[in-house]
């Protein structure tokens, strides 16, 4: 059993990201993520806060808008267009959930499409299916990356997508096309879930619910990409699969923590990193390798 070490590849990709902050700086560029929240979720907090700390880690720029909960939807419109407008800014995010009041898709909608680091905007959603995208979301592209790390090559796989969100599912089942698997998309619709995992080569899971995806769901050999980040009452961190009964069982799986996660976060650090070169016309190959 491989285990997909998110972790430490991520540890890689902050020396070349890091390097490649090093060079801009030289020609007077440094890239800058402006990350807004609004109100206190915690959980947003704490990946915030990983953001911060990778983008310090690389020598980026980083600035952290903290909107209360009475923010009207304006309000928060108002600061984007601020950092839209503003040169020094090369990515923008708005960390969800949003306070109920407040629409999320208008939110990503707003942000200047070359600032759209997240990759959630529409127009940037229409490219990833053009197969032309500039800016894809962040955990898909981290999943995929993360894979070819390994020398896994998804091309012909029987591949199951288990959810179908706007910036986990639905953008990992389209790039896993691109990349020639045979993709099935499950939700919590579907008639016989397990129907579909049993014969699957690869699984991405994506619904958020601890522990959910037993050994009973799997064929032997199966390649399982846990995305789920659950958190347990007594405050341990768990995926949405359970780890301890299935990794026998798998070919090669990523932990919770400690898999999708960190890549996720070195995938916005590339696309910040990507948008202040094109922002400046810059050669992202001279960069970025
Ligand atoms: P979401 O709530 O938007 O979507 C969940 C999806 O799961 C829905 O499409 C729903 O149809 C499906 N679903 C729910 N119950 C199901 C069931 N019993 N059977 C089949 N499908 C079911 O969630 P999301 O934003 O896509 O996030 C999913 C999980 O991934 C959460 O735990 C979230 O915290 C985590 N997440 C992790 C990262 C990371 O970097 N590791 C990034 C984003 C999200």
């Not at 995010?93 to 499409?113: G, K, T």
């Not at 600032?115 to 127009?123: A, C, P, S």
């Not at 960190?262 to 202040?276: G, K, R, S, W, Y």
């Amino acid at each position: 059993m491989e285990i997909l070490d998110g972790r430490q590849r991520s540890q890689e990709l902050t020396e070349l990201y890091t390097q490649a902050v090093e060079k801009l700086k030289k020609v007077s560029v440094t890239p800058k993520l402006v990350v807004i929240t609004v109100g206190e979720d915690p959980a947003s907090f704490v990946y915030v806060r990983q953001k911060k700390r990778r983008a310090e880690a690389v020598g980026m720029d980083f600035e952290w808008v903290t909107l209360g909960d009475e923010t009207s939807q304006e309000e928060l419109e108002a600061t984007i267009d601020k950092f839209n407008d503003d040169s020094k800014t090369s990515g923008i995010i708005v960390q969800f959930p949003l306070p109920n009041h407040l629409s999320e898709s208008r939110a990503m909608d707003r942000i200047a499409i070359e600032k759209d680091v997240d990759g959630f905007h529409y127009y940037n959603a229409g490219l990833l299916v053009a197969g032309k995208a500039e800016f894809k979301p962040c955990t898909p592209k981290g999943i995929l990356n993360l894979l070819e790390a390994h020398d896994i090559d998804v091309a012909g796989m029987d591949a199951v997508v288990i959810g179908r969100s706007q910036i986990v599912g639905m953008p990992i089942a389209i790039d896993l096309i691109h990349h020639n698997a045979t993709v099935t998309v499950c939700h919590s619709r579907t008639k016989d879930l397990k129907f579909h995992t049993q014969r699957a080569d690869l699984i991405v899971v994506a619904i958020g619910n601890a522990h959910m995806l037993d050994a009973s769901y799997i064929k032997e050999g199966t390649i399982l990409i846990d995305v789920g980040i659950n958190r347990l009452d007594d405050g341990k961190l768990v995926g949405d699969v359970d780890y301890e009964d299935v990794k026998d069982k798998v070919k090669a799986i990523t932990p919770v923590p400690g898999g999708v996660g960190p890549m996720t976060v070195a995938m916005l650090m590339e696309q910040t990193i990507l948008a202040a070169i094109r922002q400046h016309g810059l050669d992202s190959r001279e960069f970025l390798g």
